[in-house]
T-cell receptor, first 114, second 117 residues
Framework: DSGVTQTPKHLITATGQRVTLRCSPR?????VYWYQQSLDQGLQFLIQ???????AKGNILERFSAQQFPDLHSELNLSSLELGDSALYFC?????????????FGSGTQLSVL | AQKITQTQPGMFVQEKEAVTLDCTYD???????LFWYKQPSSGEMIFLIY??????QNATEGRYSLNFQKARKSANLVISASQLGDSAMYFC??????????????FGSGTQLTVLP
């Protein structure tokens, strides 16, 4: 158990809908990262937050947004969903202070858009 | 250009044998970190080993070791005495940037390892 909690584990929805994925980082970790894993694109970095502020942005679509709350949990919002958004979405966390620290990953949310 | 290249989509190894999974990287930073993660069929990402660009010794963690060749920009993972439970997807990843900032990891495309009984 990595200590990172993601909910829900599975999500099935229809095109055009909006969903929210939730992540609770490990206790004490200030950085939260969101990744998308699909068969054709592999593991793609979406966005990173550090102590409530956006730190880095990757290949995140404009239809997607995220935030980190004062209690450090994070949410990833996906709107106007398309079939191609079907993927495994990972949240990861780290302390956020040292260069060599590893990321601890949650078990992911499997999103299926029908 | 790809930051992390894993040229072996799939690998087979006999149980109890050693196996090397290849990883090459591309960066102009002097300070960077290299990581290996394991993803079993259940889906979770499990950290295996880390190598810093300034580390003079190759990293080792139990049966895992990292063959770091800085001049060749390679960071191959060596698994000794393979076990059936080692069957999984393995990802090489890199963090670039100045020391003190925990930036995101960039992942390679992965290598699917199958351990044969």
């Amino acid at each position: 158990d990595s200590g990172v909690t993601q909910t829900p584990k599975h999500l099935i929805t229809a095109t055009g809908q909006r969903v929210t994925l939730r992540c609770s980082p490990r206790s004490g970790d200030l950085s939260v990262y969101w990744y998308q894993q699909s068969l054709d694109q592999g593991l793609q970095f979406l966005i990173q937050y550090y102590n409530g502020e956006e730190r880095a942005k990757g290949n995140i679509l404009e239809r997607f947004s995220a935030q980190q709350f004062p209690d450090l949990h994070s949410e990833l919002n996906l709107s106007s969903l398309e079939l191609g958004d079907s993927a495994l979405y990972f949240c990861a966390s780290s302390l956020g202070g040292t260069h060599g620290e590893k990321l601890f990953f949650g078990s992911g949310t499997q999103l299926s858009v029908l | 250009a790809q930051k992390i290249t894993q040229t072996q989509p799939g690998m087979f190894v006999q149980e109890k044998e050693a196996v090397t999974l290849d990883c090459t990287y591309d960066t102009s930073d002097q300070s960077y970190g290299l990581f290996w993660y394991k993803q079993p069929s259940s889906g979770e990402m499990i950290f295996l080993i880390y190598q810093g660009s300034y580390d003079e010794q190759n990293a080792t963690e139990g049966r895992y070791s990292l063959n770091f060749q800085k001049a060749r920009k390679s960071a191959n993972l060596v698994i000794s005495a393979s076990q059936l439970g080692d069957s999984a997807m393995y990802f090489c990843a890199m963090r670039e940037g100045q020391s003190g900032s925990a930036r995101q990891l960039t992942f390679g495309s992965g290598t699917q390892l199958t351990v044969l009984p």
